[in-house]
C-alpha cells in the first residue's frame, strides 16, 4: 500500500512529454484589428447611442416619406398651425403642411449632404495629402500652398459664390461644401503618412522592391485608417452643420423643398405662438450632429491601439 | 541528468573567395538647414570603403551616432549616396533608376531593428511573408502559400500561423517573421541592422543561430550592424570598426578582439562589460573621457582625435590613411611607416606610460 | 536587520484582458552598502517590483499581499483598505522618496523637464527635504556635481538639459539622486539608453559613489555584463517570481537554476572563443495574463517534469546567500500537495 503510494509521487519527477509544453506558445486569441476595434466600440456607452441615432435618423430618412400619408409640399388651409395629434403626428406648419413628413425630406437632404461630401472629401483628402506627404520635397511644398491659398478664402464665401452660379440646390451645396472641406483631411494624412514613412515595415516595403503606390495605399494609408475614419465622422456633422446654416440664411434649398434649416426658417416667425414647430427641426439638428460627433469620438477612442 | 540539447553550430559554411559586394568611397551626407543660414551637412557616412564576400558576415560595431546605420541604408539604396560607388557581382549600382534596381532587390536585403516596427500591423502573417513573391511576381498564389508556410517552418513558427496578425506575437518570434519575409526573395546578401538589440536576452541567441543556420545552408553574406560586441564576435567572420561616419579599424573578428590597434578599438574593447565576474574584476578599462562629437562638426583631422588618449599634433591637422597589415587595416597616425620605425613592435601603451612621465 | 527586508509581496494589474499577475510572492533583503543586482527580461516583473517599492503603480495597480520594511520603518503598500491609510502611506512614501530613497531612471532624456535650468531641477529635491537656504542648496548642488565628475559645475549650473549630453544627463539625475545621502538608490536600467563607452564611465561612477558614500544600491538590468561588473548579489527574476538567488559569483559559477544556466549559455563573452555555439533558450517569455499553473519556466525548460506543471516549485537553499526555486533540486515526495 505504502509502496503504491510511493510510486504514485515520484512520477512526477519524470520528465514530462514534450508535446505537453507547447513553448512557442501565441499569447492572444486571434483577432482581426476590425473586431477587436467592434469589441471596444460595444463597450462605449455614448458611441452606441450616437450609433442608434443615426441610424434611427437613417431609416427615418429612407422610409418616413413611405409611411406618411401626406407629401411634403401638400398645403392644407384647414389645418394652419395644428398641434401633435394623431393624423399630424408633429403637428403642421403656418401653411398646413405636416411636419413629420417634412421633417423625413429634411433628413434625407441633410444626411445625404453630410454623408456625401464627406465621401468626396475622403477621396479628394486622403489621395492628395498622401501623395504630398510621401512624395515629400518641392511636391510637398507647392501641393500645401496651393492648399493654403485655398483655405485662406472664408468657406462660407465659396458656399454662397456657387450658388449664385449654379442656383440654390443640393448640387450646388455639397460642391460648395467640399471645395474647402478636403483640406482639413489631406493636413491630417499628410502628417500621417509623414510620420509613417519614416517606420521600419515602410523602409522594409521599399526594400523589397515594392512601388511607391503600394508603399502608399497598401502600408501607409491602412495604418493611418484610424486618424481618417476620426476625421470623416466629423466631417459628416459640420457638412450637415453648414447646410442648415445655409438654409436658415435663405442661400440654401429652396421652398417648397424641406430641409431643417428651411423649416427652422420658416417657424422662427411663430416662434412667439408656436414654438413647438422650432422644436423638431432644431432638436433634429442637435440629436444628430451630437450623435455622429459622440459616434466620432467612439471611434476614435476603438482605433487607437493604446486602448488595446 | 539530461544533456540539454545541443544546437549544432554552423561554421558559417565556406567563405568562397568571391567579391560580393565591392563598397567604395561612399559618403552619405544630409543636409539640416536652419533657418536661412548656409546648409550644415550632417557626415553620417565619409569614405568608406570595403568589400564583402559570398557567406562572409562582415560585423560593423560603433556607438549611437557613428554612420553604421546610415552605412547599411545607403548600400540598400533608401538614402542616396552622396558620392562613391557600390558594385554587386561587379555591376554598378549606385545610381541605377527605381525600376533597374528591381532584380537587384530581389539579391540585397535587409532585416530591421524594431520587431514591433517593422511589420505592417494590418496585414496577416501570411500577407506579410507573401508580399516580396507578389511584388516580385513570383510564383502562383496557390504556391505562394506553401511557399509561406514553408519558410514559417524554416524560422522555427508554425505554417498554422499564416492567418494570425503581427501584434499576437512576441518580439523574438516577430523578429523571425521578419527573417522569413527576406528569405522569400532567397536574398545572396543581408544587411542586419541591430536585429538583436531590442530582443531580450535569452531570445538573441535564438535570432543568432538562426541568422548562422540559415547563412551556413544558404550562403548568404550578411552585414551585421550591432553595438552589442559580444553577440557581433560571434556571429562576424570580419569586423569593421566605425567611429563618426568612418571606418577605423577592420579586420578579422578574432584577431581584432585579441589584440586591437586603434585606440578607439581598444577603449571600446575595455569598456564591454564581460558577463564573467572574474575577468570583470581584473580587466583593465580604457576610459575615454567625453562623448562623441557632433557629425555636424567633426573634429579636423582624426575624428577621434578629441577623445583619444594618444592624440599627437599630425591627428590634429590630418584624417590619417588606412595602413595595411595582412587583413587588417587601420586608419590611425601611430601605425604610420615612420612611427613605425620609431618603435619595434605594435604595441602602442608604452607612448601611453612616456606621455604620461612628460 | 537589513536596510530594506521585502516579504511576500504580490502586485496585480487590472486590464482590459484580465488580471496581469507581475509580482508573484516575491522576498528579498538589502544590507546597507550593497549592491544588489535584479536581472529579468522584459515582463519578469523587475521593473514593477521597483515601483511597488516606491510606491508608484498606475492606477491599475494593486499590492494584494506582502510587507515592506525600510530602514526600521513599515511602508506596506498592501492592506490600504482605508482613505486614511492610504493617505498616511503616501505622506510616508513622500517623505522617503528623494530623501532617503531615490531612483535612477533608464532615460536620460525624458526625466529631466527640459525647460528648467538644471540648478533649479537639483535644489528642488534638496529644498523639499532639508531645511536650508537656497544659497546652501546651491552650493551642495554644485558640489554634488562635482562629485559626478561634471567639468566647471558652476557654469554648468545655469544650463538647460539639452546642453549637456545623454552621459552628462545620467551623472545630473545621479547628483539629483544623492542630493540627500540616500540610504538605497533603485537604479533601473541606468545605462540601457547609454552607448559602451559612456556606459563604462556611469559604472565606474556607481561603483565609486557606493564605495564614497556607502549607499546600498539595487540595480535593475537585463545585462549579465553589468551585474557581474557591479554587483555583489544577484536576484534572477523569471514570470514575476525570483527564481533564483546569490552573490554574484554563485549565480555566474555555481548557477543551479535552468534558466540562469540558460541565460549565462545564451550570451556570448567576447573573451571567449567565437567556435564556442550559443545555445538559446527556446521558446518565449510566459504570458503573464495567464501563467500555468506551476512553474513559470516549464514549456521553455529542458528539465520540464511532471510535477512542474503541477505545482510551484520549493524553494533550496544551498548557502547563506544562495537559494533557487526549482523542482530539480528538491525532488522529495514530501514537499508535493497536488495529487
Known amino acids: 500500500m505504502d509502496d503504491t503510494a510511493e510510486k504514485l509521487k515520484s512520477d512526477w519527477f519524470l520528465p514530462i512529454d514534450p508535446s505537453e509544453k507547447n513553448d512557442e506558445f501565441i499569447a492572444v486569441e486571434s483577432k482581426s484589428f476590425l473586431s477587436e476595434a467592434w469589441g471596444r466600440f460595444k463597450k462605449n456607452k455614448r458611441a452606441v447611442f450616437g450609433l442608434i441615432v443615426v441610424i434611427f435618423f437613417i431609416l427615418l430618412a429612407v422610409f418616413g416619406p413611405l409611411i406618411s400619408k401626406f407629401t411634403y409640399d401638400e398645403q392644407n388651409a384647414d389645418v394652419l398651425n395644428v398641434l401633435p395629434n394623431p393624423t399630424y403626428w408633429l403637428g403642421t406648419d403656418k401653411f398646413g403642411r405636416d411636419i413629420f413628413t417634412r421633417l423625413c425630406y429634411g433628413a434625407r437632404i441633410s444626411l445625404f449632404v453630410g454623408f456625401v461630401s464627406a465621401l468626396i472629401n475622403l477621396i479628394i483628402g486622403v489621395v492628395y495629402g498622401g501623395i504630398s506627404g510621401y512624395v515629400g520635397g518641392k511636391t510637398d511644398m507647392i501641393m500645401m500652398r496651393t492648399v493654403d491659398i485655398i483655405y485662406a478664402v472664408p468657406s462660407m464665401l465659396y458656399v454662397i459664390l456657387i450658388m449664385l452660379v449654379l442656383g440654390a440646390n443640393v448640387k450646388s451645396i455639397l460642391i460648395g461644401i467640399c471645395i474647402p472641406g478636403w483640406i482639413g483631411m489631406a493636413r491630417q494624412v499628410r502628417g500621417q503618412i509623414i510620420s509613417l514613412k519614416e517606420q521600419e515595415f515602410a523602409l522594409a516595403a521599399l526594400v523589397l522592391g515594392a512601388s511607391s503606390r503600394r508603399i502608399l495605399f497598401k502600408h501607409l494609408t491602412i495604418n493611418a485608417i484610424g486618424p481618417i475614419i476620426v476625421q470623416l465622422t466629423f466631417l459628416v456633422p459640420q457638412a450637415i452643420f453648414t447646410e442648415a446654416f445655409l438654409s436658415f440664411v435663405g442661400v440654401g434649398i429652396s421652398a417648397p423643398m424641406a430641409s431643417w434649416g428651411s423649416m427652422a426658417q420658416d417657424s422662427r416667425q411663430l416662434i412667439t405662438m408656436y414654438p413647438i414647430q422650432l422644436l423638431w427641426p432644431t432638436l433634429a439638428i442637435c440629436l444628430t450632429i451630437f450623435s455622429l460627433n459622440f459616434l466620432g469620438e467612439g471611434i476614435g477612442d476603438a482605433l487607437n491601439p493604446k486602448n488595446r | 541528468m539530461k544533456v540539454i540539447s545541443q544546437f549544432l553550430r554552423f561554421d558559417g559554411g565556406d567563405i568562397i573567395n568571391e567579391k560580393l559586394l565591392e563598397v567604395k568611397d561612399v559618403c552619405k551626407y544630409f543636409e539640416v538647414k536652419r533657418g536661412y543660414k548656409e546648409p550644415q551637412y550632417v557626415k553620417a557616412v565619409n569614405h568608406v570603403s570595403f568589400e564583402i564576400n559570398k557567406g562572409e558576415t562582415l560585423g560593423l560595431v560603433g556607438e549611437s551616432g557613428c554612420g553604421k546605420s546610415s552605412l547599411g541604408r545607403t548600400l540598400l539604396r533608401i538614402y542616396e549616396p552622396t558620392s562613391g560607388s557600390i558594385k554587386y557581382r561587379g555591376d554598378e549600382i549606385t545610381h541605377l533608376s527605381k525600376h533597374r534596381l528591381l532584380p537587384y532587390r530581389k539579391k540585397i536585403q535587409m532585416i530591421f531593428q524594431d520587431p514591433y516596427a517593422s511589420l505592417n500591423a494590418r496585414l496577416t502573417v501570411g500577407e506579410i511573408i507573401a508580399e516580396p513573391m507578389v511584388i516580385h511576381k513570383m510564383y502562383n498564389p496557390k504556391h505562394r502559400i506553401e511557399r509561406v508556410q514553408e519558410l514559417l517552418k524554416t524560422v522555427g513558427l508554425k505554417p498554422d500561423h499564416i492567418r494570425r496578425y503581427p501584434h499576437e506575437f512576441s518580439g523574438g518570434q516577430r523578429q523571425r517573421i521578419g527573417i522569413a519575409r527576406t528569405l522569400a526573395l532567397d536574398p545572396e546578401f543581408i544587411v542586419c541592422d541591430e536585429p538583436i538589440s531590442a530582443l531580450d536576452v535569452s531570445i538573441q541567441a535564438q535570432v543568432i543561430n538562426l541568422l548562422e543556420k540559415i547563412q551556413a545552408e544558404r550562403g548568404i553574406s550578411y552585414l551585421f550592424i550591432a553595438h552589442d560586441l559580444g553577440m557581433v564576435k560571434h556571429i562576424s567572420h570580419r569586423i569593421g570598426v566605425m567611429y563618426l561616419g568612418h571606418i577605423v579599424e577592420m579586420g578579422p573578428s578574432n584577431e581584432i578582439y585579441r589584440a586591437p590597434y586603434h585606440p578607439y578599438t581598444k577603449a571600446l574593447l575595455s569598456a564591454e562589460p564581460i558577463p564573467d565576474p572574474k575577468s570583470a574584476r581584473t580587466k583593465k578599462r580604457i576610459l575615454l573621457e567625453g562623448e562623441i562629437p557632433s557629425p555636424i562638426n567633426p573634429p579636423k583631422g582624426c575624428p577621434f582625435v578629441t577623445r583619444c588618449p594618444y592624440a599627437m599634433e599630425d591627428c590634429q591637422v590630418a584624417m590619417p590613411n588606412s595602413y595595411k597589415f595582412g587583413d587588417r587595416l587601420v586608419a590611425c597616425f601611430l601605425y604610420s611607416p615612420r612611427r613605425l620605425r620609431q618603435r619595434e613592435n605594435f604595441s602602442i601603451e608604452p607612448l601611453l606610460n612616456k606621455k604620461q612621465e612628460d | ?339
Not at chain 3, 486614511?84 to 502611506?89: C, F, I, S
Not at chain 3, 525624458?110 to 540648478?119: A, D, E, M, Y
Not at chain 3, 533564483?244 to 534558466?259: L, M, N, Q, R
Open chain 3, 1 to 339: 536587520m537589513s536596510l530594506l527586508e521585502i516579504n511576500n509581496l504580490t502586485t496585480q494589474f487590472k486590464t482590459n484582458q484580465g488580471t496581469v499577475s507581475a509580482l508573484r510572492d516575491v522576498s528579498y533583503q538589502v544590507e546597507a552598502g550593497e549592491v544588489l543586482g535584479i536581472v529579468g527580461e522584459s515582463g519578469s516583473g523587475k521593473s514593477v517590483g521597483m515601483l511597488t517599492l516606491m510606491g508608484l503603480l498606475a492606477s491599475n495597480g494593486r499590492v494584494t499581499s506582502g510587507t515592506i520594511k525600510f530602514d526600521g520603518e513599515d511602508i506596506s503598500p498592501s492592506n490600504l483598505d482605508s482613505k486614511k491609510k492610504r493617505n498616511d502611506y503616501e505622506n510616508k512614501m513622500r517623505a522617503l522618496r528623494g530623501n532617503k530613497m531615490s531612483m535612477i531612471f533608464q532615460d536620460p532624456m525624458t526625466f529631466l523637464n527640459p525647460v528648467l535650468k538644471i540648478g533649479i531641477q537639483m535644489t528642488e529635491g534638496i529644498l523639499a527635504h532639508t531645511k536650508c537656504t537656497k544659497a546652501e542648496a546651491r552650493k551642495r548642488a554644485v558640489e554634488l556635481m562635482k562629485q559626478v565628475g561634471i567639468p566647471s559645475p558652476k557654469n554648468r549650473f545655469e544650463q538647460y538639459p539639452f546642453e549637456f549630453s545623454g552621459g552628462m544627463r545620467q551623472r545630473i539625475i545621479i547628483a539629483i539622486a544623492l542630493a540627500c545621502n540616500p540610504k538605497l538608490i533603485i537604479a533601473d536600467e541606468p545605462t540601457t539608453a547609454l552607448d559602451v563607452t559612456v556606459q563604462a564611465q556611469i559604472l565606474e561612477l556607481i561603483k565609486k559613489i557606493t564605495k564614497d558614500t556607502g549607499t546600498a544600491v539595487i540595480m535593475i538590468t537585463h545585462d549579465l555584463g553589468v551585474v557581474a561588473t557591479l554587483c555583489d548579489r544577484i536576484a534572477i527574476m523569471y514570470g514575476g517570481k525570483i527564481v533564483e538567488e546569490g552573490t554574484t559569483d554563485e549565480i555566474f559559477y555555481k548557477s543551479k537554476h535552468p534558466y540562469t544556466e540558460g541565460l549565462l549559455k545564451s550570451i556570448n563573452n567576447s573573451e571567449k572563443d567565437t567556435s564556442e555555439p550559443l545555445i538559446p533558450i527556446p521558446g518565449t517569455p510566459p504570458d503573464l495574463l495567464n501563467l500555468p499553473k506551476g512553474c513559470a519556466f516549464m514549456a521553455r525548460c529542458p528539465y520540464t517534469m511532471k510535477i512542474c506543471k503541477a505545482q510551484q516549485p520549493v524553494t533550496t537553499k544551498y548557502s547563506k546567500t544562495h537559494s533557487c526555486s526549482c523542482w530539480l533540486y528538491c525532488m522529495d515526495e514530501s514537499y508535493i500537495t497536488v495529487s
